[in-house]
């Protein structure tokens, strides 16, 4: 069966630190990957898109990997701030249909 | 508007009650997608719609859920005769389509739906 897994433990790390999140999945054929963050109480905001032909996509402090091999993404947060703090979602886009699974979350914890 | 309006951003029920939830996608965005997410977990895909196409109810639970969207634009989604497993954050995305398809989905606020 398809699954997309996060770790649904909280990651608790320093301000300063990097915070590595990770996405993987089985049964999947994706098209791409996209990371989304989530406020309590708000909607999820996507942050990064990586498509299955890219290996690295960068935004300011923001970095996602995809390893289609591995069937895994990362998602690195450097210099990391307490603002930071919020659950991240992954998501992929299968090859086929339209929908866009999203896993569970993982919820960061940047303490001061 | 600027973004994706979800209403009412609270209902409480009873069991066995319909519930109706409203969304206003983003004007312009072809793709309209209803998820539930519960207390901690992710989001569970329910409906998608997308222009004039039959719409991807693949997602609904029971056949207590519906969903509609009129004009292309707003759409409704109605719980009939509520549970309380019902009880839940039901979120709202649109998203427009790019060359290379989908991409990013813009999310309502939600609407936190408790079923006593």
């Known amino acids: 069966s398809q699954k997309i897994e996060q770790n649904s433990e909280a990651l608790n790390i320093q301000e300063g630190k990097t915070a590595t999140l990770t996405c993987n999945y089985t049964?999947?054929?994706?098209?791409?990957l996209q990371w989304y963050r989530q406020d309590p109480g708000r909607g999820p905001v996507f942050l990064l898109l990586?498509?299955?032909?890219?290996k690295e996509k960068r935004k300011e402090r923001l970095k996602v990997t995809f390893d289609t091999t591995l069937k895994q993404s990362l998602f690195h947060i450097t210099a990391s701030q307490p603002a930071d703090s919020a659950t991240y979602l992954c998501?992929?886009?299968?090859?086929?249909?339209?929908?866009?699974?999203f896993g569970g979350g993982t919820r960061l914890m940047v303490k001061p | 508007g600027a973004g994706v309006s979800q209403s009412p951003s609270n209902k409480v029920t009873e069991k066995g009650k319909d519930v109706e939830l409203r969304c206003d996608p983003i004007?312009?965005?072809?793709?309209l997608y209803w998820y539930r997410q519960s207390l901690g977990q992710g989001l569970e895909f329910l409906i998608y719609?997308?222009?004039?196409?039959?719409?991807?109810k693949s997602g609904l639970p029971s056949d207590r859920f519906s969903a509609e969207r009129t004009g292309g634009s707003v759409s409704t989604l109605t719980i009939q005769r509520t549970q309380q497993e019902d009880s839940a954050v039901y979120l709202c995305?649109?998203?427009?389509?790019?060359?290379?398809?989908?991409?990013?989905?813009?999310f309502g606020p939600g609407t936190r739906l408790t079923v006593l």
């Open positions: 995305a649109s998203t427009s389509l790019s060359g290379s398809g989908y991409n990013e989905q813009f």
């Open positions: 049964n999947y054929s994706p098209a791409y």
């Open positions: 990586i498509r299955e032909n890219e």
């Open positions: 998501a992929l886009k299968n090859n086929a249909g339209n929908m866009l699974t």
């Open positions: 004007s312009g965005h072809t793709a």
């Open positions: 719609f997308q222009g004039n196409s039959a719409p991807d």
